[in-house]
């Protein structure tokens, strides 16, 4: 395989504006098959609206978004995408919600049921299939968002910030239980953050992009082995990267 059969999302010099708002300028980026890439920039700075124009639900002004090599420009459907909040009904069960895509495929409610349910034990949701979102925890909750959006697509995923709105310490187990997770479902993920240590800890490839009008104004190669764990937060190599990355943010 070529490296450019391996790439799934190509977005080429994409520029976004609303009204008086000038929110991106010039951004290009690529995700290969089975990468984790984040994206990292300042809070405001147009990170949520270039997802917004990967995923089809926002038109560029300039530029075009390539997915297995076709052009996606104003498309939906293509690829999964989560957002900060977890977005579950409350009046439903958490199986139900997570078996909503599968609904709006086609699926009847009893296949959609099984499928979903395969998936409960690797996302530590067996065992809550008919609990309510009220009764579960951030960490939970964020799990059977996960999970919902992955079976709306299982091959690209968007995640919009997934952690942003937990504690610290949640924060880090959902990152360390998320790369366990991606290892197994071998998909390909774009990640937004604005925490400098949870880019490096989850990804192959960072995106760095400037305060609004958004441009990338530097890209990171993570060469850090893996699999990773908590250790690697204290070691030489991390901490190189950190220190560049803050550097060039602040």
């Not at 192959?204 to 937060?233: C, H, M, N, Q, W």
Request: positive net charge.
């Amino acid at each position: 395989m070529t490296v450019k059969d391996n790439i799934l999302i190509e977005v080429k010099n994409i520029k976004k504006s609303f009204t008086n708002l000038h929110t991106i300028e010039d951004i290009s980026l690529v995700l290969e098959k089975n990468q984790f890439v984040s994206i990292l920039g300042p809070s405001g700075c147009g990170k949520s609206t270039l997802f917004d124009v990967i995923a089809g639900l926002e038109k560029p002004d300039r530029g075009f978004v390539f997915i297995d090599g076709r052009q996606f420009n104003g498309r939906t459907g293509r690829v999964s995408y989560m957002h900060q909040k977890d977005l579950l009904f409350p009046w439903a069960t958490i199986l139900n919600n997570v078996c909503i895509p599968l609904i709006l495929k086609g699926y009847r409610r009893k296949d959609a049921a099984v499928k979903a349910m395969e998936h409960f034990p690797a996302f530590g949701l067996e065992g809550f299939e008919k609990s309510y979102p009220c009764q579960l925890s951030g960490g939970m909750r964020q799990r059977a968002a996960l999970l919902r959006t992955y079976l709306f697509a299982d091959d690209i995923m968007l995640l919009d910030e997934p952690f942003g709105s937990l504690d610290a310490i949640t924060r880090k187990k959902m990152q360390m239980w998320l790369l366990k997770i991606w290892e197994q479902i071998n998909a390909s993920i774009l990640f937004i953050t604005h925490d400098i240590e949870e880019a490096i800890f989850l990804s192959d490839k960072i995106y760095v992009l400037s305060e609004r009008p958004a441009i990338v104004k530097k890209t990171f190669k993570i060469d850090i082995k893996r699999p990773r764990d908590g250790k690697i937060f204290t070691s030489a190599e991390f901490n190189k990267i950190k220190k560049q990355i803050f550097e060039l943010l602040y």
